[in-house]
């Protein structure tokens, strides 16, 4: 083969490799704003989401949609191990959905971030918790130690602070140290903190080792507490909102299962303990369902709007937000006011 020749072919073969290659990343590019992957001609929906109850109307929402054998889309849970991670996804829109952080959530529309709030996950689910064998029994024994949260923007922060100042005390009094919530168990065992501030099951993985007991719960203290929370970016919301709606009815219908028998519950545990979703022990998350059963609730998922309201005083109060943010910016409520929650057969 002469030299002309082989230098036309191989031109031909790069230029036609560039072209593949060219439309390979416009396809995944558009998969990957929108969030939505093909599966045997159907949309799915990928939602992240933490692996902590507080999100386990997820998986529950996933997995009953899933198991139907309908022409409408899936829904796909994609674990994350901890918020920067979660909220970068969001932002960059490499997903679209996401159970996120209530007051995260306002401080991203006050930076622009085009996401809002379209449903509640949970109610409760947060505790404090100290090693069983320390001095640790009430906050003042706490002054100037090392206390782990999530988040500066979690709502298990605003916990913490409001439990400090019920004894006299605020955040300026402990050291607040910000960790992943599954690395929170090994830190308290191995004392690198003194207490840990979060969302289940990280709380129940310690007490049922034996090697921590709860300090102060929500369910005790805030009961109407709320902290995941599910939103979506809004060019998702503006371009499919049917399947957002359908979202919310399965997520509210998760709520509502959940809290209606015990039985749901041990079903639950079960699901979420998967490797595709939670991946943890499931005699964890049963722990977290049965001690006590109100640790954790979900059959109430309204969104208030003076509930809101307090929190992002709260918030304001903790300087993790900087100016107020009005509700119709951050919240859009109409696809809880029309939902109808879905029936689920698991």
């Not at 519950?265 to 303990?273: F, K």
């Not at 969104?303 to 937000?321: G, W």
């Not at 809880?336 to 689920?344: D, S």
Request: hydrophobic share 40%.
């Amino acid at each position: 083969m002469n030299t002309t020749r082989r230098v036309f072919l191989g031109a031909t073969a790069w230029t036609g490799g560039i072209s593949a290659l060219h439309g390979w990343l416009n396809v995944n590019w558009s998969e990957l704003r929108n969030g939505l992957r093909s599966r045997d001609q159907l949309q799915t929906l990928i939602v992240g989401g933490l692996p902590v109850t507080c999100n386990l109307t997820l998986p529950i929402a996933c997995e009953a949609r899933n198991l139907e054998s309908t022409t409408r889309a899936n829904f796909d849970y994609k674990r994350y191990n901890g918020w920067p991670e979660i909220k970068e996804s969001l932002i960059s829109g490499r997903i679209n959905a996401a159970y996120m952080l209530a007051p995260l959530v306002m401080d991203l529309v006050s930076k622009e971030v085009p996401v809002k709030i379209i449903s509640l996950g949970h109610r409760s689910g947060a505790v404090i918790m100290v090693r069983t064998d320390s001095s640790n029994r009430k906050f003042q024994d706490l002054a100037g130690k090392r206390i782990a949260i999530p988040s500066r923007f979690a709502t298990d922060f605003l916990f913490l602070r409001k439990m400090l100042a019920k004894e006299g005390m605020s955040d300026k009094d402990v050291r607040i140290v910000e960790m992943a919530p599954p690395d929170m168990p090994a830190a308290l065992y191995a004392k690198a903190v003194e207490a840990y501030c979060v969302g289940e099951p990280f709380g129940a993985a310690a007490q049922r080792a034996g090697y921590a007991i709860p300090l102060r719960m929500t369910r005790d203290e805030w009961p109407n507490y709320m902290c995941c929370v599910l939103t979506a970016r809004q060019e998702l919301i503006d371009q499919n909102p049917a399947l957002l709606q359908d979202l919310v009815n399965y997520v509210q219908g998760a709520g509502h299962w959940l809290d209606a028998e015990r039985v749901h519950r041990t079903r639950a545990a079960g699901i979420a303990a998967d490797r595709k979703y939670f991946n943890q022990d499931r005699a964890i998350i049963q722990y977290v369902m049965d001690n006590p059963t109100d640790r954790v609730t979900y059959g109430d998922l309204r969104m208030i709007r003076e509930e809101f309201d307090d929190m992002m005083q709260l918030s304001l109060q903790a300087k993790t937000l900087t100016r107020p943010i009005a509700f119709e910016r951050y919240i859009d409520d109409r696809f809880v006011k029309a939902a109808k929650p879905a029936h689920i057969a698991l």
